[in-house]
């Protein structure tokens, strides 16, 4: 059986890996457009930022081993059209190349802010890591910078540019930082942290130009001109799904291939994952596109699965996320006051602040925990955390605690560990259940 | 662009401003973003007052008559609330947790 991969990100490498799990004696092909496959592009910022030293540290494994592997992977190549009917791909400087199955993980772009100008050099969309490296010696020459739109990587790189000691001003016609995912509340300590930092924000205004002789010398936005040789397109993940497209297999409204929880699209023998799908958020039924590389990888592998002829179901999304923003780490699950107003879905929050160590206990952080439940059932339905650490463990823990059904009254009794150096003797998530019972009986 | 692609889009953006304004007020945010086009007027004036005046069982039902994955075969959440573990009777301060 011949499997192809469109896409060597962290869907398509785990749909290939996995699938040779299943069927070691497969023919396994992946193409992809970049350089290389099988780094993790969530470590570029940290290595922009100097945290890690180098991109080197990134690489997951080498090319060699993909070999040995029995995965043969086609770097720089990139495939043009699907005849599904025909179980024909097209690609670059190869011709039609036949499939068994088939899939695609050609994953994400930035949208694009389609403004005058855009053409200059001095625009990174941080993605590609030998573009990273080629960009990492710029950064060095770099004295103010513009984000334009301050999504998720964005947020990274702000912290990065800050620590490479460079001015940044964000530009984003939302009111504050990841306001598509996020509390006013919950964001408020990284706002105050970037006011210190010397960040200028500029909310509710817009990049309305890119400016300069070649290179990007300013920006235009809404709030007047802003000098700068370098802008961070910070723009929301929309799905590379344009091949899909052209083929005939069926998009959703998000823009995302459509699949069911085998991961299987519109057409026979080809499945899909990662960021250029689309899938129900497990709360609202409501479709999602964009999630995380850990989604990816996991879609990837289930899809991997399933076309090498075994059986496994993704299931439906609850989002936990979390990340590092200035000295503050952030998160959620779900969803937060915001997203659930945005449906129209009805809520009872309650917030606590709390203490991620005994009191007492050096390097004890502040965390708080906002938690949102059903009127009706009384089940958890989402959660917004920040806090100086802890945030990821329960983050984790919440978006299973959504899942099963668990109810605000089944937190407000929960169990916890305490430990002087790793834990509190008050649990925050069990104070913020309190809170949220007591904002029932209002 | 396809229809439903255009109604996700708009919708979301224009519902997620809607929100963000009320969470924003609520939390003393000054949410600026003034709707400068006609576009604008429509989604926010006319568009997002209809979606809220909506009962939510025919909201969820437009939501699910739109074309995409969530109309394809997934598993099935878990029930919610979690059926009562056999040997726990829980008091919440004198409420029935689950009802
Ligand atoms: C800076 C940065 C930070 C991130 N941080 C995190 C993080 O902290 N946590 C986390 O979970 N995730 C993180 N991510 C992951 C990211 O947000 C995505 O979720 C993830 O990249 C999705 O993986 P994917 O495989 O679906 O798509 P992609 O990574 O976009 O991969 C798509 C692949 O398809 C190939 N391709 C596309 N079209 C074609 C074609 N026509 N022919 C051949 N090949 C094609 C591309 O070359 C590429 O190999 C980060 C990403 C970046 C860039």
Redesign the pocket.
């Known amino acids: 059986m011949k499997i192809v991969v ?7 490498l785990g749909a290939a890996g996995a699938a040779l799990g299943v069927d070691p004696s497969a023919e396994m092909v992946v ?4 350089e290389d496959v099988a780094y993790s ?2 470590g ?2 940290f290595v922009h930022g100097k945290e890690i030293e180098s991109f080197d540290r990134l690489f997951l494994a080498t090319k060699q081993q993909y070999k040995d592997q029995g995965i043969d992977v086609h770097y720089e ?3 043009e059209s699907i005849d599904t009917k025909r179980h024909v791909i097209k690609v670059q400087g190869e011709g039609e190349v036949r499939y068994d199955k088939l899939v695609l ?4 772009n930035y949208r694009d802010p389609n403004l005058p100008g855009g053409d200059l050099k001095g625009i990174y969309r ?2 590609n890591i030998q573009r990273a490296r080629e960009w990492d010696s710029f950064l060095d020459t770099v004295k103010s910078a513009v984000v334009v739109e301050c999504g998720l ?1 964005a947020v ?1 790189m702000v912290t990065a540019l800050v620590h490479r000691g460079i001015k940044v001003t964000v530009v984003d016609p939302g009111p504050w930082p990841m306001a598509e995912v996020v509390d006013p509340d919950i964001v408020d300590p990284v706002r105050a942290g970037w006011a210190e930092a010397g960040v200028t924000t500029l909310w509710g205004e817009q990049v309305t130009a890119f400016g300069g002789n070649g290179t990007l010398s300013y920006v235009e936005t809404t709030a007047g001109r802003i000098e700068a040789e370098l802008a961070i397109i910070g723009t929301r ?1 929309v799905p ?1 799904s344009d ?1 899909a497209r052209a083929a005939g297999i069926a998009l959703g409204g998000t823009g995302g291939i459509v699949v069911d929880a085998r991961m299987q699209t519109s057409a026979p023998d080809v499945y899909a994952a ?3 799908t689309e899938i129900p958020h497990g709360v609202s039924g409501v479709p999602l596109q964009g ?4 989604h ?1 990888y996991a879609q990837g592998k289930t899809a991997g699965i399933n076309a090498a002829g075994a059986v496994r179901e993704y299931q439906p999304v609850y989002v936990p996320w979390a ?1 590092l923003a200035g000295e503050w780490m952030i998160g959620g699950v779900s969803f937060g006051e915001t997203t659930a107003s945005a449906v129209g879905m009805n809520y009872v929050a309650g917030t606590a602040k709390g203490i991620t160590r005994a009191r007492y206990y050096p390097g004890v952080k502040p965390i708080t925990v906002k938690l949102l439940a059903d009127p009706d059932s009384r089940c958890l339905i989402g959660a917004q955390i920040v806090g100086g650490e802890g945030v990821k463990e329960r983050a984790d823990f919440l978006a299973v605690a959504v899942r099963a059904g668990i109810t605000i009254d089944d937190l407000a009794t929960m169990e916890n560990v305490y430990s002087p150096a790793i834990g509190a003797l008050n649990e925050p998530i069990q104070m913020a259940a309190l809170a949220v019972q007591q904002n029932f009986r209002r | 662009m396809s229809f439903t692609q255009w109604l996700r889009t708009n919708s979301q953006q224009y519902l997620l401003a809607d929100a963000q304004q009320r969470i924003g007020r609520k939390n003393g945010v000054t949410v600026y973003g003034k709707p400068r086009t006609l576009k604008d007027r429509f989604w926010r004036y006319i568009f997002v007052p209809t979606y809220k005046m909506l009962p939510n069982g025919l909201r969820e039902s437009l939501i699910h008559a739109m074309p995409g994955s969530h109309r394809r075969a997934w598993p099935k959440a878990s029930p919610r609330p979690r059926p009562p573990h056999p040997f726990v009777k829980i008091n919440g301060q004198g409420q029935a947790p689950r009802k």
Do not use: H, R
């Not at chain 1, 896409?7 to 398509?12: D, K």
């Not at chain 1, 999630?291 to 850990?294: A, H, T, V």
């Open positions: 469109i896409g060597g990100g962290a869907a398509g193409y992809t457009q970049f592009p969530c570029i910022p190549t990139t495939v993980a050609t994953g994400w941080v993605k990587i990274e993940k590379n091949l990662g960021d250029c999630l995380s590389g850990s990816a990340m």
